[in-house]
């Protein structure tokens, strides 16, 4: 299979298989005196709690608001790119080398449960079982690359339920809290293996983006797949679920498109942005707030998108939407506090 190139940050773009990953899932994050300014990927709610993660296996945890933050205990070094929460105590991270990281405690400590090289195990066996010459050859593949594939993002559907996925095609999922994992990937309309850059759930909708356009749908807890067909051939970063009708995801040069029927038919909103666009978060009233390279935040309600009067922000990387119209942006410089005047836009 051919190689491509793929967007897991800013900072790690064109340079994901520069290094060697095995070492780096065996070495513990280094503790580093500024952690919440390092480059940070993905952010969540733990209860009261917020966890960011990022670059080098830096996980930072704040109590009070986003307004300081503690360095947590991370097993490896890896870059993480993604956070998710079932409650209060009970989360789950992804990252590089095929890593999935669980903590029972609100993220102050993590431990690993997945990596490449039992992915790549599993993805033989299953080949092996289900006897798809394609799949095994590609299996056979990950194990001769050895745990350089990184997991991009995640859904936690309960304390117990995760489901991931990555580059190469790459899904799994865990229904006893990552003490077992199911390999996903043919359940997927994806015969090319193409990248998988976000996924969101919404009940039992749960919907994918990923590389040259690719989008899927599942109605039934992601039982089953199928593929969203759009008038665009760009990748997708990044995708949020407004309604169990409507559908918004947003990736390459600031290409934006919504679905207002589950995916039958597409309107490309007016971007007035031509940066990719790599993150995005949903406000509590259903509108869509997006991040882009050329560090805009930017307001989507409906068919609207508008660019938010903000100070000067570094290229993002995450964006969660906080109580009001506050935000917590993530950047390469760290985690960002914007206070209720984000929410306003430019005329």
Same mark, same amino acid.
């Given at each position: 299979m051919k190689r491509r190139t793929f967007v897991v940050s800013l900072s790690t773009c064109g340079s994901a298989w520069a290094s060697p990953v095995s070492p780096a899932l065996d070495r513990r994050a280094l503790t580093v005196q500024a952690p919440s300014r390092s480059v940070l990927l993905g952010v969540a709610r733990a209860g009261g709690r917020f966890v960011a993660v990022g670059e080098r296996g830096i996980a930072v945890i704040s109590d009070d608001g986003c307004r300081t933050w503690q360095q947590a205990q991370v097993p490896v070094s890896v870059s993480l790119t993604a956070v998710a929460f079932a409650d209060d105590r009970r989360g789950y991270a992804t990252g590089h080398g095929g890593t999935v990281l669980g903590t029972t405690d609100g993220g102050l400590t993590w431990k690993r449960l997945l990596d490449g090289r039992v992915i790549a195990a599993k993805m033989q066996e299953t080949a092996m079982r =289900?006897?798809?010459?394609?799949?095994?050859?590609?299996?056979?593949?990950?194990?001769?690359?050895?745990p350089d594939k990184p997991l991009l993002d995640l859904v936690v559907s309960s304390p117990t339920d995760v489901f991931v996925v990555g580059a190469y095609g790459i899904a799994l999922a865990t229904a006893d809290g990552g003490n077992t994992w199911s390999v996903r990937s043919s359940l997927l309309d994806n015969p090319k293996g193409l990248h998988l850059y976000a996924v969101r759930r919404r009940g039992q909708i749960i919907a994918i983006a990923g590389e040259q356009g690719l989008l899927l749908r599942s109605d039934d807890g992601g039982l089953s797949f199928r593929r969203l067909s759009l008038p665009y051939q760009g990748s997708f970063f990044t995708l949020e679920l407004p309604s169990a009708r409507e559908v918004i995801t947003a990736g390459m040069r600031g290409n934006v498109w919504r679905s207002a029927d589950a995916g039958s038919t597409w309107q490309q909103l007016p971007s007035p942005s031509g940066a990719a666009i790599v993150a995005s978060g949903l406000r509590a009233d259903g509108s869509v707030v997006l991040a882009s390279q050329a560090g805009q935040l930017i307001s989507s309600t409906g068919?609207?998108? =508008?660019?938010?009067?903000?100070?000067?922000?570094?290229?993002?990387?995450?964006?969660?939407?906080?109580?009001? =119209?506050?935000?917590?942006?993530?950047?390469? =410089?760290?985690?960002?506090?914007?206070?209720?005047?984000?929410?306003?836009?430019?005329?």
């Open positions: =289900e006897g798809d010459a394609a799949q095994r050859q590609a299996a056979d593949r990950m194990v001769a690359d050895g068919a609207s998108l =508008e660019v938010m009067k903000l100070p000067p922000l570094p290229p993002l990387t995450g964006v969660l939407p906080l109580t009001g =119209e506050a935000l917590l942006a993530l950047s390469v =410089e760290g985690a960002h506090l914007l206070p209720p005047l984000a929410g306003k836009t430019t005329s």
